[in-house]
T-cell receptor, first 116, second 117 residues
Framework: KNQVEQSPQSLIILEGKNCTLQCNYTVSPFSNLRWYKQDTGRGPVSLTIMTFSENTKSNGRYTATLDADTKQSSLHITASQLSDSASYICVVSAGGSGTSYGKLTFGQGTILTVHP | GAGVSQSPRYKVAKRGQDVALRCDPISGHVSLFWYQQALGQGPEFLTYFQNEAQLDKSGLPSDRFFAERPEGSVSTLKIQRTQQEDSAVYLC???????????????FGEGSRLTVL
């Protein structure tokens, strides 16, 4: 079964600090990996999308990395702000053929809390 | 509207009642997805439409769940004879391209929070 595991489950940091969130996946065949930010009571919003040929992608203070060999990704947040408090969800899209193509598997999310 | 719109935002139902949740995708978006998100969990896939065609309904948990998108725009997720385990947030997402394009940006609505008493 395709799975996406994220760690840590939750994280508390002080404003201005950096942090790194981890994602391991077993989705096969792999097509692309996405990171989403979900504020409480809102829908997820896309941060990055990476295909297997990309090993890093940035979006402002967010930098995602991908190692398709070890099936791991990380999301690094630089100089955190109070507004970064949210759930960060790793999502992997399946490749190959057939009905599973393009199907997204979501991780359970990492809840990040930034304190002043 | 500018984004994906879902209604109602909150719904409380007594066990056994039928509910209908509506999704208005971004105009012109081909793909429409429904997800179920339990508290503290990531979204779980329910069903996928490409225009009016329901191409994948493998995630629907039982035959009490039914979704339609008759004119290829607005979609309705219907849950019959609701059970307590149906309590969750139901997210709708749309994409400009078909799922086969695979890297299409997915835009989510705010979700409909269903509580079954």
């Amino acid at each position: 079964k395709n799975q996406v595991e994220q760690s840590p489950q939750s994280l508390i940091i002080l404003e201005g600090k950096n942090c790194t969130l981890q994602c391991n996946y077993t989705v096969s065949p792999f097509s692309n990996l996405r990171w989403y930010k979900q504020d409480t009571g809102r829908g997820p919003v896309s941060l990055t999308i990476m295909t297997f040929s990309e090993n890093t992608k940035s979006n402002g203070r967010y930098t995602a990395t991908l190692d398709a060999d070890t099936k791991q990704s990380s999301l690094h947040i630089t100089a955190s702000q109070l507004s970064d408090s949210a759930s960060y969800i790793c999502v992997v899209s399946a490749g190959g053929s057939g009905t599973s193509y393009g199907k997204l598997t979501f991780g359970q999310g990492t809840i990040l809390t930034v304190h002043p | 509207g500018a984004g994906v719109s879902q209604s109602p935002r909150y719904k409380v139902a007594k066990r056994g009642q039928d509910v209908a949740l509506r999704c208005d995708p971004i105009s012109g978006h081909v793909s429409l997805f429904w997800y179920q998100q339990a508290l503290g969990q990531g979204p779980e896939f329910l069903t996928y439409f490409q225009n009016e065609a329901q191409l994948d309904k493998s995630g629907l948990p039982s035959d009490r769940f039914f979704a339609e998108r008759p004119e290829g725009s607005v979609s309705t997720l219907k849950i019959q004879r609701t059970q307590q385990e149906d309590s969750a947030v139901y997210l709708c997402a749309s994409s400009l391209v078909g799922r086969a394009a695979n890297t299409g940006e997915l835009f989510f609505g705010e979700g409909s929070r269903l509580t079954v008493l």
